[in-house]
Structures are given as structure tokens and as C-alpha cells.
């Protein structure tokens, strides 16, 4: 495949990864890219360009291998008859590298061995290229892939940092998950991706390498053929000529991406080019430290699940169901409090028990908790794009508040989209030891 068809794929690549609407893919796909959010993009470009060149390079090794064994037969067989138009026409029917790098010393057979050599030669430096072009660029974009994978997990973290500056628990908690949700997308998807970069150019690098030794071992082999035929024949008598294996491309032309190696012979600097790449592995550290952030945090974050504050005096029940993580709304009654008591949603104060108290308006919703219930119910379902949101709600009330406070909080929930609603009681049964969720 030509450079323009590079360019094309280049561009195609490019377009998709910056277009792709997420929801057109497969479920489990979708919500990992939602939960990386843009991160996941030029990650999708390093692995589609990586995936084109993995196969580009399979399709080049596919076509540019032969059948050594029948060839070799078949050559020696014609050379030794003295058939040297047929072993030219045999070779440009086979039309492989090695059949053309053959077939071009063969036409010079005429013009003396050295003649010969040359031609093989000066056809090798055009044909040993086109087997291992592009295949370093396989080792870049795995580099590539993990490093943007890198790159998304540092936008992962700032997002999860900045839920530090919140000061209702719930939302703070709300944000870290999300924050840590795409700083581990990035790098799962970062690691995939350079992984099977890496993997197919370890592989393709090393058959091209197997392949360019078979050609130069077998161009070899050719010219020597053709040597012995022709001393045979009586055409040539190379007395103190000797054979030399058809050199490959010098190593300023068969360099890429900084992975040849040195230690080359002559003036042709005969390197082998390593079969490995070198994979960062800072995105891995770097998942590891986010992890022990998470758990530090979330810890401090979920830990007032399972909490009442000394103000509130639970109500006994005997049927309760286990208690479950959703946002709680606390409303208490404080001895010898002039306000009554205070609503709070997830540590913020949204009322005064009051002011709810004296207000006799019709209207009974809470403003301020109304909004804040909103911003929740928001921050979960950017967390749970998949989901239908479920509405949930715990209320921890003290059994002393008044019922028309009560009712304005399940009013305000319900108009906020929380039909779900959970209080949470003393059970009786265990003497008022533990706390649970009773719908």
C-alpha cells in the first residue's frame, strides 16, 4: 500500500475518533468511552491507525513469502538444463521479491558474474525496504496509545481532585467516582491499546526479519546456482571470483523510530533491528496511586452512611429492610434549639424546622432542597449513563419532629424525582442497636 493510502487511512482514523457518537456502540463499549469521556479519542486513533498498520503488515509478509523448497527445485532444475530465458520467465510468474531480485541477475548473465551480482544487488536495495516499512511505526503508536491513556488519567484526576473543594458529601463523592470512572478508562483503554501495538510489532518485526534473512539466504543460494551452471556450460570461469551474499539495504535506510541496533559490518552496517519496544509503564504507577486516593476518599465520603447525628432520635420499627447508599436527608430536633431544628441534605443545611414551621403558603416545596436533590440526581445519572435513575432518598427524622415538616420534605423529594423514599429507623427487635432503611 502506497503513502497516499497511509495519508487516507491517517485522515478516516482521525475523523471517526473525533465524530464517533458513543451511542452507537456496543453496550459495554459505550459505557467505558462515557465513563473516559473525551480521553478515549485520540486513544481510539492510536488504535485504529495501529490495527491498519498490523494488518498492512501482515498482508506485505503474506505476499512477499513463497514456497522456498519448490522454488529452489524448480530454479536449479532450469539453470542446470542451461535454460535461462525459462528460469527469467519462471521468476517473473512467481513475482515475489526474492523471484525479481533473481530474475534480475539472470538477465545480465551475459555480461559476467560481477555484472550479475550487481544487478541482484541493486534490485535487493528497492525490494528488502518494502518488507519492513512502517512496521516501527507500530512500536510509536503503542507508545502513543499508552501515553494518552496517561494523559486521560491526569483529566481523570483533576476532575476527581476538584470534588476535594465540595463541601456536601454526597456531591463530593458523586464527582470523585466520576473523576476516577475516567482516569481508569483512559488507562485500561491506554494499556490495551500499546499492549497489542507492541505484541503485533514484536511479531510482524521479528517474521519480516526471518523473511529478509531467507531472501538474502536464498538469493545466495540463486547466484551460486547460476554459477555452477554456467561453469557447467562452459560460459564462465570465475577461477578466482568470489561469491558474496547480496548485501541488504544499508542501515540508514532500513532505520526506524531509534530501534535499529548498531554492531554492523563494512560499510553496510548489517544490524538486526530488535523484536521488542519498550512500554511506559507510568500509566500503570499512576493507576495504582489513584486507586489508594479512591479508597482513602470514598471511605471519607461513604462513612456517614451508616451515622445519626446526636440531634436525632431515630423512630422504632420492627420490619426494616437493609439500609442502602443513596442521598440522605436529615431532618433534627435539638433540645433548647430556637429554629426548631435544621434540614440538612448530605451535610448542607437546605432549612430551618422554623421556618417551615411558620410558613403557611399553600406551596410546599423547599427551594433550596429542591435544587440541591436536582444536582444530585444529575451527578448520578452522568455516572450511570445506562441506567434509568432509580430515586432513591433516605430520610433520617427525629421522632419528635412535627408531621408538617415531613410532609414537605416527601413533597419537595417527590417533585425532584425521588419516588423512592427510605427512613431510616431503630429496629426493635435488637434493642435499638442497629440502624436500617424501612420504605
Known sequence: MGKATGIIVVVVAALISIFLPFNVLPTFLREAFEGGRWGMRPILFSFLVSAWLALDRAIVLVRGSLNAQEFNSTLQGLLS?????????????????????????????????KKVKNAMDEVAYGELPKLEIRTGY?????????LMGLFGTIIGLIHSFSAVSKTGVGEKATMLAAGISEAMNCTAFGLLSGISALFFFSVLNGKTQGLLDEINHLS?????????????????????????MIHPPAAHLLGSVGLHKGGGHGSHGRGRKSTFANLQLTPLIDM???????????????????????DIKLPFAEKVDAIQRAPVVAVSFPKDDPSGGVVILEGNAVSTAKELLDDDSPDWNIS?????LEVF????????????FNGDLI?????????????????????????NLMFAVTQKA???GGEAAAE
Not at 543460494?221 to 571470483?241: D, E, L, T, V
Request: net charge positive.
Open 81 to 113: 538444463s542451461g535454460n535461462i530465458n525459462g528460469a527469467v520467465q519462471y521468476c517473473e510468474q512467481v513475482d515475489k521479491p526474492l523471484s525479481r531480485i533473481v530474475a534480475a541477475g539472470l538477465r545480465a548473465s551475459a555480461l559476467g558474474e
Open 138 to 146: 507500530l512500536a510509536l503508536m503503542g507508545n502513543v496509545a499508552t
Open 220 to 244: 545466495l543460494k540463486a547466484f551460486r546456482m547460476w554459477k555452477q551452471a554456467a561453469r557447467q556450460q562452459g560460459a564462465h570461469s570465475p577461477a578466482h571470483a568470489e561469491a558474496h
Open 288 to 310: 495504582f496511586i489513584v486507586m489508594v486516593i479512591f479508597l482513602l476518599m470514598s471511605f471519607s465520603a461513604t462513612g456517614e452512611l451508616g451515622r445519626v447525628a446526636k
Open 368 to 372: 433550596r432542597l429542591k435544587e440541591q
Open 377 to 388: 440526581k444529575n451527578n448520578w445519572k452522568v455516572t450511570h449513563p445506562s441506567e434509568s
Open 395 to 419: 430520610l433520617q427524622v427525629d421522632q419528635n419532629v412535627d408531621f408538617k415538616i415531613i410532609k414537605k420534605v416527601m413533597y419537595t423529594a417527590g417533585i425532584a424525582g425521588y419516588t
Open 430 to 432: 435488637k434493642g435499638g
